[in-house]
């Protein structure tokens, strides 16, 4: 350390600079001019896009609010709305069984499930749909009883399978395939650890999965789910092939008659929109619900369901 000599004839230690007082580099913000100018030339299409729109007499505007709530379009809203929800719940009671069945330690049950969910899996949902609705040329009467007795009901098949059944059949059937692999990606994502510990306290397998193994795959299942559900909710339109009355049927059965058809197509498009806004809005308060178990987590664990999840 050198020394510096003062009028005393002493000496005085120069201070040392510390860490904390050594000069520091100046911090100068990206300022990101691509982004920006990337940015703004987007705004400036998408607002060019809607005032081209807004200005095309051709729209229809003036057609678009006078139906927009027009009875009819309402009640086909309702019998989408009403449909989406019985299928799906359809869906996923047949998509928990189903998957249950695919994990059996027995083979027989195994394969019926998964042969379940290739075929529904791999047939258009078109295809089906119109398959339930002319049921009735390959079995003109339903026949139901106890086999080798005289105690059997029989009804003809256009009375049962009417539109309505046929689309609920179609659609619910078809989504319980899909569903099947959701719900079986979830309940793999759980830890085995947890069945064995489950079963170590004496819980039986049903009680296992109703009350540990569940739970914990929510969080694995509701987002899909929740896809699904929007899926079906558009879906739904192709039941319009079969004459039922929902949300499209009911438009094209307006413009059939006034020949405004982009008008009335753009009221359906309108409705979807707005229902599908709501369920995603409901999604997201049930992920954030079921989520809160996974945000302590550890992240190699979530790692590791969210790779499954992908697998399935």
Not at 191 to 213: C, E, F, H, Y
Request: net charge positive; aromatic share 10%.
């Amino acid at each position: 350390m050198h020394g510096q000599t003062s009028q005393n004839g002493g000496s005085v230690v120069k201070p040392r600079l510390q860490a904390s007082q050594a000069p520091m580099l100046t911090y100068v913000q990206n300022r990101a001019w691509g982004r920006k100018i990337v940015a703004v030339l987007l705004l400036a299409t998408i607002l060019s896009f809607l005032l081209s729109i807004a200005d095309n007499p051709n729209f229809g505007w003036s057609v678009v609010g006078e139906y927009l709530f027009d009875p009819r379009i309402l009640s086909g809203l309702w019998l989408t709305v009403w449909l989406t929800a019985v299928t799906m719940l359809i869906g996923v009671v047949l998509g928990t069984i189903c998957a249950v069945m695919t994990m059996s330690s027995n083979g027989v049950i195994a394969s019926v499930a998964m042969s379940y969910t290739w075929f529904f899996r791999g047939t258009p949902v078109l295809v089906q749909l119109i398959f339930w609705y002319n049921l009735a040329a390959l079995f003109p009467t339903l026949s139901v009883g106890i086999p080798f007795t005289s105690y059997w009901l029989s009804i003809p098949t256009n009375n049962a399978i009417t539109p309505a059944m046929a689309a609920i059949l179609g659609l619910g059937l078809n989504e319980g395939a899909y569903m099947s692999e959701i719900i079986r990606s979830g309940l793999l994502a759980v830890d085995p650890g947890q069945r064995q510990a489950a079963k170590s306290l004496g819980m039986t397998n049903s009680k296992t999965l109703w009350r540990i193994v569940l739970p914990q795959a929510m969080p694995i299942i509701i987002p899909p789910t929740g896809n699904q559900t929007i899926g079906m909710l558009k879906t739904s339109s192709l039941v319009s092939v079969i004459a039922l009355s929902d949300l499209l049927y009911s438009a094209q059965t307006i413009y059939s008659r006034n020949f405004q058809t982009i008008p009335l197509l753009i009221v359906a498009c309108l409705w979807y929109l707005t229902a599908t806004t709501v369920l995603t809005a409901i999604q997201s308060r049930i992920e954030r619900h079921f989520g809160r178990s996974m945000q302590q987590s550890d992240p190699q664990f979530l790692g590791r369901l969210l790779r499954l999840t992908k697998e399935a």
